[in-house]
C-alpha cells in the first residue's frame, strides 16, 4: 500500500472516531418534560387523624359506643368521601383544608367538598378539644380573653350553651377568633364552620367546637341534647383551646 493511500483510510478512520459520541447523543430519547411528571404525580389522600385518646376514656359525660360510631362510622365517612371529592376536583388538589374552605361558594358544585370537608375538619378539632381530666375551666390569656368579651366564664357558658341548643337542626356551636383577636360565639348548620368565609355569617378562626348533630348524643341523651351539652363543658380540653387562642 503506498503511502498516499495509507494516509487517506487513517484519516477515514480518526474522522469516525470523532463523530461516533456525537452521533450517539443525537440517538439518546430526550428526557420527560417537568410538566409531565407533575401530571403523571399520584393523588396524596387526606388522612383521619387518630382519636387521642380510646373510646371509653370520656365516660360517664360522652359513652364509649357514641365514640366508636361517632370516630369510625361518621368521621371515617366524611374523610373518606373527601377523597373521593378531591379526586375528582383536581383544581382543589394540593390546597391545604383550610385554603379549600376559603375558596367555597353557595353552589352546586361545591356542596360536597362543603359537607365532607367540613365534617373531616369539624370532627379533628371536635376531638381535640376534649380530654379525660378536664381542668373544668380556662385560666391564663384566654380566661381574660372570655372575660373581656362576655364578661364572666359563666355568661360565656350559658351564651355558648344556648347557641348550641337552639341551632335547629344539625349543626355546630363555635367559639372563634375574629381578624383582631376577639373572641365570638355563633353557630353554623351541618358541617359548616366560620373558617368558610364565603358562607358563615361571621368568619373566623374557630377555637372550641361542640357537634349538635343526633349521633353525637342520642345514644346516652335521646331528645335531652341540653344534657348532653352540659356533660360536653365536663370535657373540655381547655389547654387545646389556649394554644389555638396564642397560635393564630
Known sequence: MDKRRFLKI?????????????????????KPKVETEIENTPFS????????????????????????????????????????????ETAFQGKTVEGIFAELRDEEGHVVLRNNGGGYYNHNLYWQ???PGSSGAPNGEIAEA???AFGSYA??????SEAAKTRF???????????????FISSTPNQDNPLMSNLAEQPGMPLLGIDVWEHA??????NKRADYISAFFEVINWETVAARFAGV
Open 10 to 30: 487513517a484519516g477515514a478512520a480518526s474522522a469516525g472516531t470523532l463523530l461516533a459520541p456525537s452521533l450517539t447523543f443525537c440517538t439518546t430519547e430526550p
Open 45 to 88: 389522600p387526606i388522612i383521619q387523624a387518630p382519636l387521642p385518646y380510646g373510646y371509653a376514656a370520656l365516660e360517664p359525660f360522652i359513652d364509649a359506643e357514641t365514640m366508636e360510631i361517632h370516630y369510625s362510622k361518621h368521621h371515617a365517612g366524611y374523610t373518606r368521601k373527601l377523597n373521593e371529592a378531591l379526586e375528582m
Open 129 to 131: 378539644c376534649m380530654t
Open 217 to 222: 348524643y342520642y345514644l346516652k341523651h335521646q
Open 146 to 148: 372570655i372575660n373581656a
Open 155 to 160: 355568661n360565656f357558658k350559658d351564651q355558648f
Open 169 to 183: 337542626g344539625s349543626g355546630w356551636a363555635w367559639l372563634s377568633k375574629d381578624k383582631v383577636g376577639g373572641l
